[in-house]
Structure formats: structure tokens, C-alpha cells
């Protein structure tokens, strides 16, 4: 099968970048050929970087360059902002001119808020209805469209988890960074944004320290272009000011896949307190190196917990300190949260099995042949 894939890709920095590198390796492992039209910037095997955030004809660039490959189904990866101005609404043409031409478009919605803006809800009504079929990370999100948007069949929406990998954490990951071997580290990773909530464990580490003299705070990552820069501002502030500051580490600059992969490895502890998120790729990032994770109840991480056994969910600042903590001393404790990430990526989310489900969805779409006998099938 030919599947042909419009999304931002490596090496342009984004979650969707990196989550669609991850799942058209997975496809091609499985034998399919996959066909990739993105954003400027992107780099990689039948990878055609045509059209940029901002064009004004950008879904005529995507679906000019994709027609020429003759897919046999088409997969956009969908974020709010990736297709042009008024929220990426440039998506909407693009899936029309697929579905003119005869080709079944499956798109992934990747941010599905429970109390969505009349914005996203608007867009969202028209991408589903044009599409022949959606993806969803969580079964809330298709339970949030199915009321917040009427007329949908629930068949119409299918739920398949972030995909994880399965690897090994970096040796000597500590080290390698220029921290100190042997002291505990607890991590925030990911773009500086007010909704990652990274300024609470700034706040709560004296309290941390206390129970815990040997703990570090590592904050990692950076803002995108302009976006959110007094954040930033505010966080270095109170990292400079803080009272135990000399436990607090920050790792700026390029976070290629390599540095993303020997951070994680370093973390004793993966804190992830969001306000507010749909899905989190850092979480099944973090899952894949098997991270104990302390995690806030928003979007779909306190059901990840459960389903996973990987770590603890956080109410309120108490539980911080306390879950942090309890990680940190219970040697016992994070192992068993460890082995359960490692076995919930394997059994559960690794990128070949999310790819097969992919698989199944797509040659669902596609129109028997009329002749079946003698026919001989070539890729």
C-alpha cells in the first residue's frame, strides 16, 4: 500500500515531527511505502518539504505534490497552527481536494481539549465530517467530540494510543551531561509554555531538598521562535532567586533525538505537572526509558497511570513533595514503576503495534477489487 503522509517532519523541532518519524519508520517496517509532504525543514527518506506555516496557498502546495505520488490513502497529522493562519484552518481545503479526487483521507487529531473553544470547535466539525476517517490518542477525546459535535457515528472515530519506543536508556547518562553521578534527578523536559506548569516545582524544590539533600532539579528545553518568551523569563527568575538554586540545573539549546534521549536517561523522576494538555508525546517518551513519572490529573495522564502502573498522580503541592520524594528514597518502588513503563511500552504501545492498528484503519478504506481471482498485488 502507498500512504502518503502531510505533516511537519524532522528535523524541524515538534512533537508531530518526531511522532510522525517514529510512525512511518514503523509503516515501512511493515512493508508499506510511505511518502511524506511537509512543512519547510523537513529532511528524511521520501520526504518533500514544499510548504510553509504561513503560505496562503499551502493546501495547494501539499496536495499538488502528493497527487503526484498516487497514494492509496492519505494521512494528515493535525495540530492547531500547522495549516496556515485562523488556527491552521488551511486544513480544510486540503482534505477537501483529497476527498474531490477520490482519495480517503484519515486524520489524526493530535489536541482534543475537554472544554474546547468555539474556534476549535468549528474547525474540528468540519475536518471530521470531511474525513473518511479520525484518530484520537485517548478515549476521552472521542467522547469530548462525540458531544461537543453532534451527528458523528462513533464508529467514525477510532482511538489509538502515542506510540512509544522500544529502547534502552543511555549508559552513563549522568556523566555524559556534566551532572553529578551521584546525586538524584528529577526532570521537567519539553517547550517552555505557562500550561506545562514548570514554575510549581520550581517553587515546591526547598520543600524537596529538605526531604531529600541529595536531589536535583534539571529543567530542559526552550521556547519556539517567539512564542511565550516572558515565560521563560519568569521561570530563569525564580530558578536565579530560589533559595536552594544551586539545585536546580537548566539544559538549553538543540534538543536533538540523541540529547532528548540521554536527558531522559538521566532522570530519576519525570515530573509532568500540567494545567492543561490532550495527550503528552514526553509522557510516552518517558515510558519508553522507563522513567518513574509523578504527573498532574489533567488530559489523559491521570487514565495513563492507571492502565500502565508507571508512576503516581499528583492533586495537589503536598502530593508533589510527597510522590517526588517517595520515589526518590524507594529504590524498590521506582524499579517496579520502571519495569511497568518498559512492559506497557511492549505490550501495549510500541510503535509496531500502533502501526498495525494504523494499517488496519487504512486498508479498511480501500475499495475491494472487483476482480479478485488472478490478481497479482506489487508494492
Avoid at 512543512?39 to 527518506?45: D, L, N, R, Y
Avoid at 523536559?189 to 539533600?213: A, C, D, H, T, W
Avoid at 532522570?267 to 504527573?295: E, M
Amino acid at each position: 500500500m502507498r500512504i502518503g503522509f502531510v505533516s511537519s517532519f524532522p528535523p524541524v523541532e515538534c512533537g508531530i515531527a518526531t511522532y510522525s518519524l517514529f510512525l512511518t519508520d514503523a509503516l515501512r517496517d511493515l512493508h508499506q511505502d510511505v511518502y511524506v509532504v511537509s512543512h519547510i525543514g523537513g529532511v528524511g527518506k521520501q520526504v518533500f518539504p514544499v510548504f510553509d506555516y504561513e503560505d496562503e496557498d499551502l493546501a495547494h502546495k501539499a496536495f499538488s505534490t502528493m497527487i503526484r505520488f498516487t497514494p492509496d490513502v492519505v494521512h494528515i497529522q493535525h495540530e492547531f497552527g500547522l495549516y496556515g493562519k485562523f488556527y491552521g484552518m488551511q486544513v480544510i481545503p486540503l482534505i477537501l481536494r483529497f476527498r474531490l479526487s477520490g482519495l480517503p483521507v484519515v486524520t489524526t487529531l493530535h489536541t482534543v481539549y475537554r472544554n474546547m473553544e468555539e474556534a476549535h470547535r468549528l474547525l474540528l466539525q468540519n475536518i471530521i465530517a470531511n474525513s473518511n476517517a479520525i484518530i484520537v490518542h485517548e478515549q476521552f477525546q472521542k467522547e469530548t467530540l462525540l458531544n461537543a459535535i453532534s451527528g458523528i457515528p462513533e464508529e467514525h472515530i477510532h482511538v489509538i494510543e502515542h506510540g512509544a519506543r522500544l529502547v534502552e536508556p543511555v549508559a552513563n547518562a549522568k556523566q555524559k551531561l556534566g551532572l553529578p553521578v551521584d546525586r538524584k534527578v528529577i526532570l521537567m523536559i519539553g517547550y517552555f509554555r505557562p500550561s506545562k506548569n514548570f514554575e510549581l516545582i520550581i517553587q515546591l524544590m526547598p520543600e524537596i531538598v529538605k526531604r531529600n539533600p541529595d536531589a536535583l532539579l534539571v529543567v530542559a528545553g526552550k521556547v519556539r521562535g517567539q512564542e511565550y518568551r516572558d515565560y521563560r523569563t519568569k521561570l530563569f527568575k525564580m530558578i536565579e532567586e530560589s533559595p536552594v538554586h544551586d539545585h536546580i540545573y537548566v539544559i538549553r539549546g538543540q534538543l536533538k533525538q540523541e540529547v532528548f534521549d540521554t536527558i531522559l536517561s538521566a532522570a530519576d523522576v519525570v515530573v509532568l505537572p500540567y494545567k492543561i494538555n490532550s495527550q503528552s508525546g514526553i509522557l510516552a517518551h518517558s515510558l519508553a526509558f522507563g522513567r518513574p513519572v509523578v504527573v498532574s490529573e489533567s488530559g489523559s495522564m491521570k487514565e495513563i497511570m492507571k492502565r500502565s502502573g508507571a508512576g503516581l498522580v499528583a492533586k495537589n503541592e503536598k502530593e508533589y513533595i510527597r510522590h517526588i520524594s517517595r520515589i526518590l528514597q524507594d529504590e524498590k518502588l521506582a524499579r517496579q514503576f520502571s519495569n511497568n513503563a518498559r512492559a506497557y511500552v511492549r505490550e501495549r504501545i510500541s510503535w509496531n503495534i500502533v502501526a498495525q492498528k494504523h494499517l488496519h484503519i487504512y486498508q479498511s478504506l480501500l475499495e475491494e477489487p472487483i476482480l479478485e481471482s488472478r490478481t497479482i498485488w506489487v508494492e
